[in-house]
């Protein structure tokens, strides 16, 4: 019997490094599962869109976002695609975060870039006004301090909810806290990713890219959705 179709959903970037990290990223899923049908999707900005992939899909697909929490992507936008493919059958899996195995991808960027043991963390996202979305990257920060031996990492974010990663930076310097880093909370280069950098006084971590632990997380989310009882698509949502 056929498997559903994983369909890995990104955001989507004007930067083009972004495309192709998410096309390294879906070899590393095809070499751990090569049986496994796996495409991708894009809610903006770069082809394919989701809808486009979608009606090129047979039977069933699970939609797994290439997105870190929670937030009005997740909430509206992968389960409004996935109600207009009416000649699938979908489910929407869980976004990557917060989970253990982001956080190592985490641990490990912060090491390549040259992190020390004792030095605070700044962990740089891209920011919501879902408070779901805060929420989520206050775990992963939590998580992430844990995997650093209980230094403190302090949420930032690149839009949309303070504070800025620089005035997170500047706030542990007043804490006394004179080695600080940031944690690059993106799945891929972007213009978040690239402002936060380039804005931090600190040494930044590059973002989590095509890391190993990303090509697990996503397989387990993908089977993850597949353990659960299909939802139905709200009808609000089929006309969306």
Sequence with gaps: MQQPTLVAVAHGSRDPRALRTALALLERV?????????????????????????????????????????GYHVKRDLPAAAARATHLDTRVAAPLGPHPLLVEALYERLVEAGWTAGAAVVL???????????????????????????????????????????????????RGHHRIAVASYFAAPGRFATQTAAASPALAAAPLGDHPALARL?????DEALGRPAARPRPELVSA
């Excluded at 090569?34 to 991708?40: E, F, G, K």
């Excluded at 920011?127 to 230094?151: C, E, F, I, K, Q």
């Excluded at 990492?153 to 949309?160: D, G, L």
């Design 218 to 222: 996503l397989l387990r989310r993908y």
């Design 30 to 70: 095809r070499e751990l599962r090569p049986r496994l049908d796996v495409r991708l999707g894009h809610i903006e900005l770069n082809e394919p869109l989701l809808d486009d992939t979608l009606r090129a899909t047979s039977g069933a697909a699970v939609l797994v976002p290439l997105l870190l929490g929670r």
């Design 124 to 174: 740089a996202a891209a920011g919501s006004r879902d408070p779901d979305s805060a929420a989520d990257t206050r775990r992963t920060a939590a998580l992430l301090s844990g995997r650093l031996g209980g230094v403190p990492v302090v949420p930032a974010y690149a839009s949309a909810a303070t504070p800025s990663a620089p005035e997170a930076v500047r706030a542990l310097a007043a």
